[in-house]
Each structure stands twice: as C-alpha cells, then as structure tokens.
C-alpha cells in the first residue's frame, strides 16, 4: 500500500482524487463508518422534538391559525394556512417525524413526516423566519437523502442487511461542509463597518456572562473587543479549526463556550445545543463506538487501519477491487445513484455558497438589508428599534381619517421591517376593511426605526398609498426609504451626547431622529415628561398649539433647543435641504421623585424580611424552603405595601419610618401633576415585586432555580401539545368544535 502523503494527512483525501469526474465519483461515494451519523441523527431527531412544541409554535397553533381573518406572511402567495386543529396535527406529524429521525424507526418516512411540514410552517409565515429555523430544514432535508439509520436504530434491528452497514463518504461531507458555511459565511457577514466598530451588538458587554472581563475591561471595550472582536474571529476561523485535527479540540473548546454563551444571552431556543450536536460531526467518523468501546458497551475488532471492522458492505458506496472480491458481496462498479449523489453534492454545495449572495436577482426583498432574512447566515449583524409605527385610512367616501392598531389582524411585528411584508399586510388590511364596509380606501404606513445605533428615520414614504403600489420580487422597491448612511458617522456623537446626560440625569430618555426635507413627524408628549427638543444637524419648524385651535410654529437651527408643552401633540417639519437630524430629551420627574421616594422608604425592606424569615423559621411545620422563602416574601409585601398605602392614600406616616418630610414632598408632586394614588400606590407595589424578586429569589436559587423554571417550562408545553394534538384529533374524527374543547377542557388547568 502506498504511503499517505501529507496532503492525505490534512485533508484525508489525496489532490489527484479531485482532478477527475471519475476520482471525484470514488471519494464522494466511499465507505465510512455509520457510527457518528447515527449519533448527529440521534442528537438532531431529541433537539427537533424539544423544538417544535416552543420555537416551532406547536402550543400556540390555536392562537396563530385559530383566527381565519388573521393576515399570514407566506414566501409564496399560494400557500394558505389550514384550519387551526388540521394545522395542530401537521405540527404533530412533524414531532413523531422527529422522533422517528431519533429512533430511526421508518427512517425515510420519519424524515418525509418531519422535513415536509417543517419546510410548509417555514414558508408560511416569513415573519418568524431566522437563520436557525432554516438550518434545521436544511438539515432535515439533507439527513433525508443520507444513511443515517445504519446504526443505533430500530430499522437495524428489524433489518439486519442494513445494520452497521458503511455510508458514503458524501453524507458526512455535506453535513460538515454546511456547518462550516454557518460559520465561515456569518464571519465574512460580519466584515462589514457596522459590526467591526462595535454597533450591531449595542452594550452586550454589560451582560453577566462577561462578568470575568469586567475587572480588566470597561463595558464598551467589552463589546467592541470581546463581543465583536471575539465573534468575527470565531466565525471565521472557527471552522477550520474543527475541520484539522491538530486545531479541532481548540475548536472544540471555542465553539462549545461560544454557544454555551449564546444560550445564556440570547433568546434563540435549541439553536445553541443544535451546534454543539454538529461539532460532533467533525471527530473521527467512529468517535461512538470508539467510545462505547471504552466504556465496555460494546466489543469490537480492529482492522490493519486501526478501524472498526464492517462486514456489511453498502451498494451505496463504492469499495477497492481487493477489498470488494474479500466479501464477495460488493462490485466496485460506480453505479448511476453513485454518480446522481456526487452530482446532488456538488450542486448543494454551489447553491449553498450562490444563495446568501443571490440579492442582485431578488432585488424586490432589498432595502436597508439584502434579501430575506434567514438565508444570509447575517447572524446578529444588524440590531433593529422600532420607534414608532402609524398606520391610518383615508374613507374616500366620507373623506375621514381612522387609525389602526399596528397589530391589526395580526400578532407579528416583523412585518414592519421588510417591503414584501409590507405589501402583503397592505393588501390584508385592505380586504379586511372591504369587510366591514370600507369598499374605497387610500392606506398609509409610517414606520420609524434605527438600524445598528442610527438615526431613528423612516423606512416607507408615508405620502405613499399603500393600496396604489407594486412590488416584485425582481424588481427594486422605489416607494422605501433608503437607510442614511451618510449619516452613520454621526453614531459616535450621538454615543458622547448619551453619555453626558447619563452622568448628570437619573431618569431620562433620548430618541434620536433624522428627517427628510418635505417630510413632517406629529408626536405626543406625555404630561408626566419634560421634554426638549434640539437641532444637530440641518432645519426644522416644531409647531405646537398653544391654545384650543391656535397654533404657533417656531423654528430652531443647529444648536438651537425647544421646550415642547405637555400632554399635547406637535409637529415637526424639516425646513433645509439637506435631511435635518435633532433629538428628543424627555426627563420623567414622576419616576425621579416616586423612585427617590421608594429607595427611602424601602431600605428597611430586606430587615423586615429576615425577621420574618427568622420568625417562621422556628415554626417546625414549615420544614420545605420554598414554602419558607415565599411566605416571609408575601408577609414582608403585605407589611411594607399596607404601610405605604396608609401613607400615600390616607395621608398617615409611621413615625418610626420618619417619612413625613418625603411623604408631603410626594403628595404635593401627586397633586400637582393630577396622578391616582392608587395608581401610584399599584406602581410601588409592582417595583417592590421586582426588586425584591430578583434579589431574593434568585439569591436563594440561583442558576438552579433558572434551569428548574425551564424545565418545568418544557415540561407544561408538552402536556399543552400532546392535549392540543389529542383535541385536534377528536375534532376531525368526531367532528366536534376544536375552539370550544380547547376553551373548556384544554386551559381548565392552567
């Protein structure tokens, strides 16, 4: 046998295997060991089925699909939702198609069950769609093509020809090639100014689990060096660390801490644990049994390889002449699937690195992103806040003005971000309207949001009749508003003016906003906020009414400040040329006062408790912690809210608190602005509850308590879709109203 060469070594294959169709054909289809697909197929089946009753949606079918004026945002305008206890069994279908891939049990089968209608949800409802949610389909469809029931799996122990059989060499390389792009393709994403200066992941580094840097770094260092720094170098060389064995346990290393991290931060389901699960890909092909070995799970012989020996040969691989004649079972002819599946690969591949550049084509999804969200391995690259979304209807008919709720016939905000979305909603809202009666409307949309500590500006023209506009998914959207990056250097000024007030006021607000000329912006302003407005850049005409009808407009240029009346609406308008950039100060003395106020009153809070916890203590009946803990909590609560509702609704002070000075501050600030005590007195309440939730609760449980109320969490969704599927089921076969059992049997419990 001819000695590996180096390249071998690194890569396990030899260069002249690629220079041929025919060499190509061979490695693509060569045999391997099952072992390490089965547990990747394992792994991925147990993650679907924690995933579909909480990501996926199962617990909430009813909710989502149970409205049948409710508007849906599909990839294709054909697809159509189902009725709400048809769609609760295509989630089911969907669990035991992800069990089945678990137990690889009718494993072709399980995979059609589970892929199908996990690609139908997924393009039936772009607003939930991440880049997560579209790996998962990938990778159903990929493990659909592959061999993945070889081993550790009930079609093996039903069918013998099939067990620890050797898969083709393309099944292991798809797998490991799509992991690296989710890696490789989010690091070149991440090239991009915004995430290199530290603005698409805003003040990340004050998160807990950066708490060891914070003795060496300051916050913003952190999230400029550790979170944006630290990303990028893991995206983009972390896969390649696991692809070589000399780097793949650093990798290892890397990797697990960055998910395990990501999980802790991030609300993004099982996506952390699902790539953890794929790092397993990348060790040896045998790494199970190797380690089933070692534990004396299993017995096995070596061949001259140091591998696992395989009797079974596969038809789906391609073996050495000496090696097919020594079974007499296998040919080593390279068969019509051989060639079909290294064709399949090559082009999976091709349109897998094609698709996140594809945006020129697809110019009708572009905007201030490329393309639909989900494809692009964009991974935390772009941060949103929505400021304000105003959606109103002229009736043509009696020329009059209604406004609607931005949540109209819909529970989704994505739809706000994208111009395909925005169509589709536009023409919901417009058959909806016709409903009730509105047969000739215009209908427009104004939408204020920031992109990566931007300028709040528009994102629509809101001149703009959304019932009268055309969009393609070919063709560029002229009826959006461009993302101003010409002003994006000003994020550094706007980071200074941030941090000046932050050291001088305890209770404020900033809302940054940027204008374009023609355009005016109409705003309330709350009578429990001060609030100033002032020109960074450009013109602008602010006009406020000063009494009932009459009106008075003032204009104000760089530098130049505004006090803006209370509880009442205003108008700005951009008067220069060039867009006009000014921002809005609000300073809420209510909460300044009233928080003042609570820390005063409530430092004896934690005594109160402690004496109440000691007192109960002694009480042997109460033996369980919990019960101990809740019950001084709730008596602490009813001492220290009954003393603050005698003070602040009845007027009375406890003489032992000495608050009579704080007290008369308060009330006279109660009067003066028109605030319910009650309302306040509600207010203290739920800030008691927080704080000294968080404080003791977490302080007595700690990262015990979290993982406990996630479990628990898994736990209560399960029971709420398996009774979902149940109900749904009776619902079809015995045709009773699913609506009126889910209402009366299924939430009777919870």
């Known amino acids: 046998m001819a000695s590996k060469t180096k390249f071998h070594h690194l890569f396990g294959f030899e260069l002249d295997e690629l220079k041929s169709w025919h060499g190509l054909v061979r490695l693509f289809n060569r045999p391997e060991d099952p072992s390490s697909l089965a547990a990747f197929r394992i792994l991925f089946g147990l993650i679907m089925m924690l995933d579909i009753p909480h990501e996926r949606g199962m617990t909430d079918a009813d909710l989502e699909f149970g409205n049948p004026k409710q508007c849906h945002f599909p990839l294709f305008d054909f697809l159509k939702p189902l009725s709400s206890e048809w769609m609760v069994i295509v989630y089911g279908i969907m669990f035991f198609g992800a069990m089945g891939i678990m137990l690889g049990f009718k494993y072709r089968w399980s995979c059609i069950c589970f892929t199908v209608p996990y690609w139908y949800l997924f393009f039936l409802d772009k607003t939930t769609w991440n880049n997560h949610s579209y790996l998962y389909g990938l990778c159903g469809f990929l493990l659909f093509f592959m061999d993945g029931n070889r081993y550790l799996s009930i079609d093996g122990l039903i069918n013998k020809n099939i067990r620890n059989a050797h898969v083709p060499l393309w099944n292991y390389s798809l797998l490991r090639i799509q992991i690296f792009l989710v890696y490789f393709l989010a690091g070149i994403k991440k090239t991009e100014l915004d995430w290199i200066k530290g603005y698409s992941m805003g003040n990340l580094g004050t998160h807990w689990v950066f708490d060891p840097f914070k003795s060496i770094l300051t916050t913003d260092q952190i999230t400029l060096f550790i979170v944006h720094g630290g ?94 004649e020594d079974k007499k079972e296998k040919s080593s002819k390279v068969k019509l699937y051989h060639k079909f599946f290294t064709l399949f690969s090559l082009l999976y591949i091709s349109e897998q ?64 971000s994208h111009g395909d979305m925005m169509y589709q909603y536009a023409k919901c809202i417009e058959q909806r309207l016709n409903e009730y009666g509105f047969k000739d409307i215009e209908l427009y949309f104004d939408i204020w949001r920031s992109m990566n500590h931007r300028f709040n500006q528009r994102q629509v023209d809101p001149r703009v009749d959304m019932t009268k506009v055309e969009w393609s998914p070919f063709k560029q959207v002229k009826w959006l508003i461009p993302l101003m990056t010409d002003l994006s250097a000003w994020r550094s000024k706007l980071k200074e003016i941030e941090d000046q007030y932050a050291k001088n006021k305890t209770d404020f607000d900033l809302t940054f906003v940027a204008d374009l000329n023609g355009l005016k912006l109409e705003n309330f302003v709350s009578p429990f ?105 709730n008596k602490t609560l009813i001492i220290n809210s009954k003393s603050f509702f005698e003070m602040i609704v009845k007027n009375e002070s406890n003489p032992k608190q000495n608050l009579k000075k704080d007290i008369g501050n308060v009330l006279s600030y109660v009067e003066e602005k028109k605030l319910n005590k ?6 203290f309440v739920n800030q008691f509850y927080t704080n000294f939730n968080d404080k003791m609760v977490k302080a007595k449980y700690g990262l015990f308590y979290k993982n406990y109320r996630k479990l628990l969490s898994v736990l209560i969704r399960f029971k709420q879709s398996f009774s979902m599927l149940y109900y749904a089921l009776r619902s079809v076969f015995f045709k009773e109203n699913f609506s009126k059992l889910i209402n009366t049997e299924l939430f009777v419990d919870y």
């Not at 002032?534 to 505004?562: A, R």
């Not at 004896?604 to 109440?612: I, P």
């Open 231 to 324: 990303g990028l170098f893991i995206d983009l060389f972390v896969g390649f660390m696991l692809f070589f064995d000399k780097t793949r346990l650093i990798g290892t290393l890397i990797s697990s801490s960055f998910h395990i991290m990501n999980s802790r931060m991030f609300n993004i389901g099982m996506f952390p644990y699902t790539m953890l699960a794929t790092t397993t890909l990348f060790y040896s092909l045998d790494w199970p049994k190797r380690l089933m070995l070692k534990a004396g799970i299993i017995e096995s012989t070596l061949d001259e390889n140091k591998k696992f020996s395989i009797n079974k040969l596969s038809e789906h691989c391609i073996y050495d002449k000496f090696k097919a």
């Open 353 to 416: 690195l094609f698709l996140p550049y594809s945006h020129f084509i697809t110019k009708g999804y572009n905007n201030w992103t490329n393309g639909l969200y989900g494809y692009s391995w964009d991974m935390m690259v772009h941060s949103w806040h929505t400021q304000h979304i105003k959606i109103h209807f002229v009736d043509k008919k009696t020329n009059q003005t209604h406004y609607l709720n931005p949540k109209a016939w819909t529970s989704r905000r994505r739809w706000s």
């Open 529 to 633: 906020l001060n609030s100033t407005i002032e020109v960074l850049n450009g013109k602008i005409q602010v006009e406020t009414e000063i009494k009932k009808g009459k009106k008075h407009n003032t204009t104000l240029k760089v530098g130049e400040k505004f006090n803006l009346p209370s509880g009442t609406y205003h108008t700005v308008y951009t008067v220069s040329d060039q867009p006009s950039c000014f921002f809005y100060i609000y300073l809420n003395e209510t909460a300044i006062v009233l928080s003042d106020w609570f820390d005063n009153f409530s430092k004896n809070m934690f005594q109160t408790f402690n004496k109440t916890y000691d007192a109960l203590k002694k009480f042997k009946e109460l033996k369980d912690e919990t019960e101990l803990l809740w019950k001084a909590y």
């Open 678 to 683: 009650t309302m306040v007195y509600h207010s």
